[in-house]
């Protein structure tokens, strides 16, 4: 849809933080003018300054937790505008409520709530679009399983007997190698009390539960490059998601994180902590961490993501591996760039109703992916055309 045809719908992009700009640039470049909001206005400034023009970008304050600021976002959002949430998790149904009640669609990177959910059949009552899990994991990620698996199913590797198995790792790591295997581009407590979660996976044919995850993590090879992984989150539903319900001989079924080989290693006085800490105490200590293992200005990050499929001798993969830094990091890039495809899907009419994922169509996900290579992603694939 041209952009002449919905200049009157304004795209409000909530959240100026480190992993936004490339994101908020694109948008503003397609569109013609996107609305930033922060409560810091020089994460805002700091952005406009990086766009060199390309768009028109402006800025607003907006604080999520004071009423007057929450009532001033309102009265600039119109029915059928898109806000986009890059706000902690936490916020994020708050929003879509904000968002809901001006009759205006949402968007977010991060994986549906229950509460968010709870959403779905309010949001088609009203034809309005909340869409989720559209980052790089999640949203990189589902894109390149549903390709896989369609792939899969079209070369009549399922439904055999075959035995399956289903693979997908990522990780945003230092480019260069450094003694602590990592470095933080966004707040150490998440990434601490994520590995407080339990995981579970299909490991040998049979469900699996990972208490700690620090204790499951192995070596892995990926074109030829160590790396060590582990299992996230829960992986069980996934296997309905991406059609692998019906199969008989699942051998492994894991999505999980990647970090550099050394990794655990460099990390054991960090699981003691984690294993002794209630969240006061870890928040205190993820502070510590962030001063000492942030990205200084101009290093560079990289962000890796492997999937693969395996059916008995058969395999295909698909990987995205890229570098970046500042604004342009490889992880702002991975994450905001697919959260700008989702916004320009919306936009053009091609998102469904009610709380959505990435589009599981094949169609739609290589355009997605399209447009994200023609952005500078770097993907590369093995036995699979995209």
């Known amino acids: 849809m041209p952009f002449k045809e919905t200049s009157h719908r304004v795209i409000h992009w909530v959240g100026a933080g480190l992993a936004s700009a490339p994101g908020i640039i694109s948008l503003a ?117 549903h390709l896989l698996i369609d792939h899969a199913k079209e070369q009549g590797q399922l439904g055999q007997g ?14 260069v190698d450094t003694p602590f295997k990592y470095k933080f581009s966004w707040t150490p407590f998440g990434v601490l009390s994520a590995l407080k979660n339990k995981a579970y996976i299909i490991k040998n044919g049979m469900e699996y539960e990972a208490r700690k995850t620090w204790d499951e993590v192995s070596e892995f090879n990926i074109h030829d490059e160590i790396f060590e992984v582990y299992p ?43 294993s002794n800490s209630n969240d006061i105490e870890l928040k205190e200590y993820s502070s510590e961490l962030q001063r000492k293992y942030s990205y200084e200005q101009g290093e560079e990050d990289r962000v890796l993501l492997y999937a693969a499929f395996i059916a008995d001798d058969w395999k295909a993969s698909i990987t995205l591996d890229m570098t970046g830094s500042g604004h342009y990091s490889a992880m702002a890039m991975s994450v905001s760039l697919t959260v700008a495809q989702a916004v320009n899907a919306l936009l053009e009419g091609s998102m469904p109703f009610g709380v959505q994922q990435p589009p599981h169509n094949p169609i739609e996900a290589r355009k997605w992916l399209a447009g994200l290579v023609n952005q500078g992603l770097k993907i590369k694939t093995e036995n699979i055309e995209i």
Request: proline residues 3%; aromatic residues 10%; charged residues 25%.
């Open 162 to 175: 075959k035995k399956i198995e289903f693979l997908s790792y990522c990780g945003g790591i230092p480019a």
């Open 232 to 274: 996230n989150r829960d992986s069980l539903p996934y296997i309905k998601e991406y059609g692998l319900e019906k199969e008989t001989n699942l051998h492994n079924f894991i999505r999980g994180t990647l970090r550099p080989f050394g990794w655990k290693e460099a990390w054991g006085d960090v699981f003691d902590v984690i």
């Open 29 to 145: 470049k397609k569109w013609g003018k996107i609305t930033l909001w922060d409560r810091d206005i020089q994460n805002i400034e700091d952005i406009k300054n990086s766009s060199l023009g390309e768009g028109t970008i402006i800025g607003k304050t907006f604080d999520i937790n004071d009423e007057t600021s929450v009532q001033n976002f309102l009265a600039h959002v119109n029915e059928n505008d898109v806000v986009v949430s890059m706000l902690p998790p936490a916020f994020h149904v708050k929003l879509a409520r904000l968002a809901m009640s001006k009759k205006a669609h949402l968007v977010t990177s991060s994986y549906i709530s229950e509460e968010m959910q709870e959403l779905h059949d309010e949001a088609v009552m009203n034809s309005l679009s909340l869409v989720n899990e559209v980052g790089l994991d999640p949203g990189i990620d589902h894109l390149f399983s």
